[in-house]
């Protein structure tokens, strides 16, 4: 049974195998009700979700939106462009005005890695009961995208039943640009902790040896990496987080790291492809295998967005001690 307190949800470095299998079993719950005709449920009526992204994004931002509205929290946004963060306001006096507004759940996205970590800091120092959830910092993790990745495999493996521990043993290849991808840190944390074998393929400059720290194996060429893999999750190139050209060019990164059709015979049979998004159609995944249904779980970690986002919210909002069913 998971015993760990929800309030946050900033790093899957703690995270056990009975927290992962809480998130998938209440992600299941939600997927059922976002199956019936009236998709919204009170859960967290009366409660104030902000979401906080002081960086783009268009799945994880509109997901969390939708997540909340569907448990009936009232939302705020918040866009650096049009805030007064641009006449010099800090970002925690930026997350203390929303506090004063009466937020209950944060939802930040920053280009920094730690800024969710310090509101959560400072939301604690001023007392109450406000949660923050980390959306993506920097390079360092992105819990939410990790844990509808691990529902998306999860229910790829058993539709009606999924349980985290199905990944024991299954081989996942995560192939792009590790250096640089918080999706990847936080998938680590928990691909390895569910006891999955885990094999990492990227150039040397954008995988550093360092990652064998993590219990996994690491490859520089693809074709011994894609033997017998259960899944393949591609990462796109972040070249705006690259200071400089870690890659000879897009054409030859495709050649030698490129995920097609062609390269798939080497993996398992009925072996799934992911991406997180956004894509380089035809870098990092050819723009066919991405839109083919068969072999790509590209939409379904899109659609798993939401479920998964309304249990986190709804496991954070039942930590502030209020009864919220
Ligand atoms: C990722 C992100 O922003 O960290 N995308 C996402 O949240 N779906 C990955 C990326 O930007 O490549």
């Known amino acids: 049974m998971s015993t760990r307190n929800w309030r946050h949800v900033i790093s899957l470095e703690d995270f056990t195998a009975e927290d992962y299998e809480l998130v998938v079993q209440t992600t299941c719950s939600f997927r059922e009700v976002l199956s019936r005709r009236n998709k919204k449920v009170p859960t967290l009526q009366g409660k104030v979700v902000a979401n906080l992204f002081f960086e ?84 360092h993790e992105h819990p939410s995208q990790a844990l509808l990745d691990l529902f998306t495999l999860t229910t790829y493996l058993n539709l009606n039943y999924p349980s985290a521990s199905e990944l024991k043993g299954k081989k996942i290849l995560i192939v792009g640009d590790i250096l640089h991808s918080r999706v990847a840190r936080s998938n680590l944390y928990c691909l390895v902790t569910l006891g999955a074998d885990v094999h990492l393929v990227a150039p040397p400059t954008l995988l550093p040896k360092e990652f064998s720290s993590y219990g996994v194996t690491i490859h520089h060429t693809l074709s011994t990496a894609l033997e017998d893999a259960d899944f393949i999750m591609t990462l796109r190139l972040q070249t705006e987080r690259m200071g400089q050209f870690l890659v000879p060019s897009l054409r030859e990164y495709h050649a030698q790291f490129g995920i097609n059709r062609d390269r798939l015979v080497k993996c398992s049979p009925n072996v799934q492809v992911l991406h997180p998004g956004p894509v380089n159609r035809g870098v990092e995944i050819s723009s066919d295998l991405m839109d083919d249904p068969r072999l790509s779980l590209i939409d379904k970690q899109v659609t798993n967005g939401v479920a998964t986002r309304m249990s986190l919210l709804y496991l954070m909002g039942a930590s502030s001690g209020d009864k919220i069913i």
């Open 56 to 139: 783009p994004s268009t799945r994880t931002r509109n997901s969390f939106e939708l997540a909340a509205k569907r448990l009936s929290a009232d939302t705020l946004n918040f866009a650096p462009g049009s805030s007064s963060l641009s006449k010099g306001e800090t970002i925690l006096d930026t997350a203390r005005t929303f506090l004063a507004m009466g937020t209950d759940i944060m939802v930040v996205r920053h280009q920094a890695s730690g800024v969710p970590q310090a509101i959560a800091q400072d939301m604690d120092n001023l007392g109450g009961t406000v949660g923050v959830l980390n959306a993506g910092d920097g390079k």
